[in-house]
């Protein structure tokens, strides 16, 4: 009898792929990633009977007959009784409590995401009450189907034992031959093994709970160290990663390299220097430090820090530092690393990765024809594209996605996002990258920007990892938070002393704090008799009904002057154009004035004479400073601080930062009523630690103790399950709405509502939609609900604005009307 894992239809053709070959290709690659980990050798037997074992219950007629034939039937699902076989395989082995309770898990959910093993696990007494029928119903039913399983199994064991019989010896020879240690398990006789497991299989199941509560009292009197966990999803990482790429009969890419000194030669070659030669000269500076000092440093060191004013160039400094690091530890390992450059927003991710790919286009010649194994860009927005020298076209769909969402590339640009939550999560599609963080340089840019309830959690993490994986952390910003004690990092920019330096060089803004609280009114008031023609200005409110009501009052008392508003409230396609907009006329010298929010604070290269900002934590006043004189065009550049209150006479900024960060801020500024830039250190470093020292740390106490106890998923109301990070917050108080502005907008909703939502599958669905995932994302704004309710049907996926109601819903200057009737809905 033949026994098939998958089947495809490509058109006419139906292609079915067998299952012994699947669990030999899954168990080999994943023995071959584990073993790159520093702590690989621990994990190398339950990582190749994972692999093994992890489809064996499609040995069933019952999955046979629902992948041939089509027929639905509740005794298909094979996950269950496939962890409960791979785990007895590692109790066979001889292998460690722990190691069949990670087999267990590993296989159990290696279809879903990461949950809690105690809810899917009975003790003797519950199994005592399966026979007398008095089990929960859940884990009732699923014991209920193992038991038909076995049995139909048991009818087929021959032919069964056959096939793990001869996919077992072609792994063995395998293994073998690349030098990988080989389980005894894998040569012995299977058919023995096969009738052990029928007649002992409820034992194997009772002995995981008893193994589970050992662990758990035993962790209870331990440190709460990340070992396990790491060890966890480590095993999970590899077994999925590796059963996707196989289930998507994804090809190998193979591995290129490149030189370290790249980003010279595009210096030298192609790239003209901008600015005032002190801006010049301090680029210079960092980018030669930076150089000298990752060359010279132990390469056994972890961290590293790049310190240094905005605009004074970190970007390429840091990247030209991880090429040389790169290079060097290629010596060390035999390979070179991957590189990961983490950014907090996705803006600033194209801006990043645009500089990358510029370096290689003009420095590596494939790379026109090869460019994603070399570069790749990954966040929630970015295109599905994937192309090497094996190919004369880009991959398919499924491919790419794969190949993406697995970083198969030197150098990967994502979000915060994709990494914390591959380091701190239980997500399935998340974890597959997980074991590809091994040996990796990860540089992370504006880290202030990760909420500061979460620092301990990020902190302990990523430490924990570096020791873990042997990868090396580059932290880089102009407002760096003191996550390393002392000599724990070494800091590219040079000593102490180099980067007041570039402070004191750079001193291009003086901050004014404006004394009182104001109304918005008032606020306008203020500005309009401060106003100067020969100026451009930017003012940034904290939120968007503040930043409306400004732009509203000021064009009625400036009603000629050039004023632009840019938000979150107008729709990505808006804020593109004016951006590009405001550069131009910028760059041509003419003096706007952009009312905004924080929407321009990072990764929106704009330079105004002056600022206005309304109090906020003190490193976002210091990232709206950056776009103040940021060219060194005047001596002194402007930045006014102001409190914004409401109508209600209530500040307005702890609603948005909490009550901690405004306090803290407030205090800072309260000693002067003025400060210079080449103070901005000092002050940034007073805040944090005035923050951390009242913020509350019991969200980062609990998500390390779940992280501790592989408590993958939320118990109760009081106990956090991993599952509970999020580095964003979920507001379900907004809704997103697609809003049909121009003939663009009706076109790419029509393909939307043709190609996706009425798709054949979630296959085509996902392959139309990420056709236009890009240009349809240009047109999405979340907004209140409350907005909607009784004017947009908003019981739907998303929400539509046709053309005909967009003028009664939407504003073309500020966006969606938060307003009826003159009086604020929002």
């Known amino acids: 009898m033949v026994y098939y894992a998958h089947r495809e239809v490509y058109g006419e053709r139906v292609a079915c792929y067998r299952l012994g070959p699947h669990l030999v290709f899954v168990a080999l690659k994943s023995a071959e990633d584990i073993s790159k980990l520093p702590s690989g050798k621990d994990l190398l037997f339950p990582a190749i009977i994972a ?72 003790s003797s007494v519950e199994m005592e009450d399966y026979y007398e029928k008095a089990l929960d119903p859940n884990k009732a039913r699923r014991l209920e189907i193992v038991e038909q399983q076995i049995k139909n199994l048991n009818k087929n064991m021959k032919a069964i034992s056959f096939s793990l019989n001869k996919a077992a010896r072609r792994l063995t020879k395998m293994l073998s031959a690349r030098d990988i240690g080989v389980p005894s398990i894998l040569e012995q006789n299977w058919e023995e093994i096969l009738k052990e497991f029928f007649d002992k299989w409820e034992d194997v199941y009772i002995s995981l ?78 980018f030669e430090q930076a150089a000298e000092r990752i060359r010279n ?17 970190k970007t390429l400094a840091v990247i030209n530092a991880a090429f040389i690091l790169r290079e060097r530890l290629k010596e060390i390992y035999g390979t070179a690393p991957k590189i990961i450059y983490a950014l907090p927003f996705t803006s600033v991710i194209d801006q990043t990765y645009e500089v990358m790919h510029q370096i290689f286009s003009k420095t590596v010649d494939q790379f026109s024809s090869t460019p994603s194994p070399y570069l790749l860009k990954h966040h929630h927005l970015s295109e599905i594209f994937y192309q090497d020298k094996e190919d004369e076209d880009m991959r398919a769909f499924d491919e790419a996605m ?50 500061v309830e979460y620092w301990p959690l990020v902190v302990k993490v990523l430490k924990e990892a570096a020791e873990y994986f042997d990868l090396r952390l580059i932290l880089m910003t102009a407002t760096r938070p003191e996550w390393f004690g002392p000599g724990e990092a070494i800091e590219l920019a040079g000593e102490a002393q180099d980067i007041i330096g570039y402070f004191n060089e750079l001193s291009r803004v003086r901050l004014k704090i ?102 906020g934590p003190i490193d976002s006043v210091i990232q709206a400073a950056g ?49 210079d830039e080449k103070e901005f250190p000092v002050l940034v470093e007073q805040f944090f630690e005035m923050v951390r020292e009242k913020k509350d740390q019991s969200k980062s106490m609990g998500l390390l103790e779940a992280m501790s106890y592989c408590r993958f998923a939320k118990v109760q109301d009081d106990t956090y399950g991993v599952s509970d990070f999020q580095l964003i917050k ?19 909703w029509n393909f939307y509502q043709k190609e996706v939502v ?48 967009v003028d009664e819903f939407y504003d073309p200057n500020t966006g969606f009307k938060l307003k009826e009737e003159g009086t604020w809905i929002y």
């Not at 041939?68 to 409590?97: C, M, R, V």
């Not at 990482?237 to 030669?265: A, C, Q, T």
């Not at 907009?581 to 990072?602: C, N, W, Y």
């Not at 996902?766 to 704004?781: P, S």
Request: glycine fraction near 4%; aromatic fraction near 12%.
């Open 514 to 615: 404006e004394g009182g609280e104001k109304s918005i009114e008032d606020a306008v008031k203020i500005f309009v008799n401060n106003y100067q023609k020969d100026k451009s200005y930017l003012v940034i409110s904290n939120t968007i009904r503040s930043s409306i009501e400004f732009y509203e009052k000021l064009t009625k008392l400036m009603p000629e002057a050039d004023v632009y508003y840019l938000s979150t409230n107008i729709i990505p396609l808006q804020r593109e154009e004016r951006i590009k907009k405001i550069k131009e006329i910028l760059r041509k010298g003419e003096k706007p004035i952009v009312i905004s929010t924080q929407v321009v604070e990072a990764g929106v290269d704009l330079d105004f004479d002056e600022v206005w900002r309304d109090i």
């Open 730 to 748: 979920n507001r379900w108080d907004l809704v997103s709405v697609y809003v049909a502005l121009d003939d663009k907008a009706e076109e790419v």
């Open 297 to 313: 440093a132990p390469l056994d060191h972890r961290f590293f820090t790049l310190t240094a004013p905005t605009g004074s160039g």
């Open 209 to 286: 709970y008893k193994k589970w509560r050992k662990f758990y009292r035993e962790k209870t009197t331990k440190n709460q160290e990340l070992n396990e966990y790491f060890k966890m999803v480590s095993l999970f990482s590899v077994l999925i990663n590796n059963d996707k790429l196989h289930s998507g009969r994804v090809r190998e890419v193979k591995p290129v390299d490149f030189p370290s000194n790249l980003v010279v030669i595009y210096k030298e070659k192609h790239f003209t220097p901008s600015g005032e030669p002190k801006i010049v000269n301090i680029r210079e500076k960092v």
């Open 758 to 805: 009425r798709a054949a599958n979630r296959k085509a669905r996902w392959e139309a939609f990420y056709k236009i995932k890009k240009d349809f994302g240009r047109y999405i704004i979340s907004v209140p609900a409350k907005v909607l309710i009784n004017k947009i049907d908003i019981s739907k996926t998303i929400p539509y604005l046709s053309r005909d109601l």
């Open 627 to 675: 776009r103040c004189n940021r060219n060194f065009k005047h001596e002194k550049g402007t930045v006014r601080l102001f409190e914004l209150v409401s109508e209600k006479g209530e500040i307005m900024a702890p609603s948005v930062y909490g009550g901690v960060h405004i306090h803290c801020a407030k205090q800072v500024f309260s000693e002067r009523r003025e400060f």
């Open 51 to 122: 692999g093994f074992g992890h489809d064996f219950g499609k040995y069933t007629t019952y999955f046979q007959d629902y992948l041939l034939k089509e027929q639905t039937n509740p005794y298909k699902d094979h996950a269950f009784i496939s962890a409960i076989w791979s785990a007895f395989l590692t109790g066979k082995e001889g292998l460690k409590d722990w190691d069949e309770l990670m087999v267990f898990m590993a296989v159990f959910w290696h279809h879903r995401d990461l949950g809690n093993i105690e809810e899917y696990l009975v």
């Open 402 to 451: 794969l190949l993406i969402e697995s970083w198969k590339s030197e150098v990967v640009v994502t979000t915060f996002v994709q990494l914390l939550h591959t380091l701190i999560g239980n997500k399935n599609r998340m974890l597959k990258k997980f074991s590809q963080l091994n040996h990796s340089i990860l540089i992370m840019d504006e880290v202030q920007n990760i909420p």
